[in-house]
């Protein structure tokens, strides 16, 4: 199973960026799919999740009405639209899979089957 994170790079505050995950080895319709992200000497915390249709998604507080998630069952890809950003959000994201569900994503990486390559942008002021 591959997970491979891309979109990252350097945006200035108040800017958007779109990050994408692709998946390859696995039913990737069979899999609810998330975002953690980690800022360097952080915890690695959940930023959303999405469920195997689509339908159901979660975010965290820090990122509620900033962010949206999306996935292409038909492309193996799911997706994070950021926006608003701050330098805060600056730190690895890393894409994660699942064949429990979106909602245990919110349990941390103890609801983390795979995990993928994570990319990296920095905010500036």
């Known amino acids: 199973v591959q997970l491979q994170a891309s979109g990252g790079g350097q945006v200035q505050a108040r800017d958007s960026l779109r990050l994408s995950c692709a998946a390859s080895?696995?039913?990737?319709?069979?899999?609810?799919m998330g975002w953690f992200r980690q800022a360097l000497g952080k915890e690695r915390e959940f930023v959303a999740s999405i469920s195997k249709s689509g339908g159901t998604t979660y975010y965290g507080d820090s990122v509620k009405g900033r962010f949206t998630v999306s996935r292409d069952n038909a492309k193996n890809t799911m997706y994070l639209q950021l926006s608003s950003l701050n330098p805060e959000d600056t730190a690895v994201y890393y894409c994660?899979?699942?064949?429990?569900?979106?909602?245990?994503?919110?349990?941390?990486?103890?609801?983390?089957?795979?995990w993928g390559k994570g990319t990296k942008f920095t905010v500036s002021s």
């Open positions: 080895g696995l039913i990737f319709s069979s899999y609810a």
């Open positions: 994660a899979a699942n064949r429990w569900g979106a909602m245990q994503f919110l349990d941390g990486p103890s609801g983390v089957y795979y």
